[in-house]
């Protein structure tokens, strides 16, 4: 069974402070790696996706992947209120989107 | 209408009702998936279409019946559901399967309830 594993939280952070949110995945061949962001009663909206080993930036928010540990993370840094949502991992195969697999989640909150 | 929408947003049904739950997709995507959301599980994904053929069917019970006429629009139809089938029930579509890049835009989902 290929699983994608997250802590439901929730995780409480303190505004301007750095989020770490982390997954792991069992799937050895799992190429991509996906964050969505899924605010109450709304549907999942992705934020960063990572192929490759080590740091991905994008503005406040940088993906690391590493493989050998199947371990993907997502930061924030300076964390907003406007963050507080729940961050949904994924991964996939490289041939196929249709095999993409979803952790249950980790509900952030970013407390002012 | 852009994006991915859905309708109806909310259905309350009983169990030997039959209904339909509509996705349309204004984005000129090939894929488009149904996806079923419940309280603290994993997204589970239900069917695939891809070019309005289903590629992926994952072990799903017969009562939920998908139909994907063209590119744009996927149905699901509903028949003799159980209390345990309420759930977000959320539609999605990508420009193809390719999985390295294949982002998947989300509608806002059908809240669907069974009495």
């Known amino acids: 069974q290929k699983e994608v594993e997250q802590n439901s939280g929730p995780l409480s952070v303190p505004e301007g402070a750095i989020a770490s949110l982390n997954c792991t995945y069992s799937?050895?061949?799992?190429?991509?790696f996906f964050w969505y962001r899924q605010y109450s009663g709304k549907s999942p909206e992705l934020i960063m996706f990572?192929?490759?080993?080590g740091d991905k930036e994008d503005g406040r928010f940088t993906a690391q992947l590493n493989k050998a540990s199947q371990y993907v993370s997502l930061l924030i840094r300076d964390s907003q209120p406007s963050d507080s949502a729940t961050y949904l991992c994924?991964?996939?195969?490289?041939?196929?989107?249709?095999?993409?697999?979803f952790g249950s989640g980790t509900r952030l909150s970013i407390r002012p | 209408e852009t994006g991915v929408t859905q309708t109806p947003r909310h259905l309350v049904m009983g169990m030997t009702n039959k209904k339909s739950l509509k996705c349309e997709q204004h984005?000129?995507?090939?894929?488009m998936y149904w996806y079923k959301q419940s309280a603290k599980k994993p997204l589970e994904l239900m069917f695939v279409?891809?070019?309005?053929?289903?590629?992926e069917n994952n072990s799903v019970p017969s009562r939920f019946s998908p139909e994907c006429p063209n590119s744009s629009h996927l149905f699901l139809h509903l028949h003799t559901l159980q209390p345990e089938d309420s759930a977000l029930y959320l539609c999605?579509?990508?420009?193809?399967?390719?999985?390295?890049?294949?982002?998947?835009?989300f509608g806002p989902g059908t809240r669907l309830t069974v009495l």
């Open positions: 999605a579509s990508s420009q193809t399967l390719a999985g390295g890049e294949g982002e998947q835009f």
């Open positions: 799937d050895r061949g799992s190429q991509s």
């Open positions: 990572i192929y490759s080993n």
């Open positions: 994924a991964a996939s195969g490289y041939s196929s989107a249709s095999k993409i697999i």
């Open positions: 984005l000129g995507h090939n894929a």
């Open positions: 279409y891809n070019f309005k053929e289903q590629t």
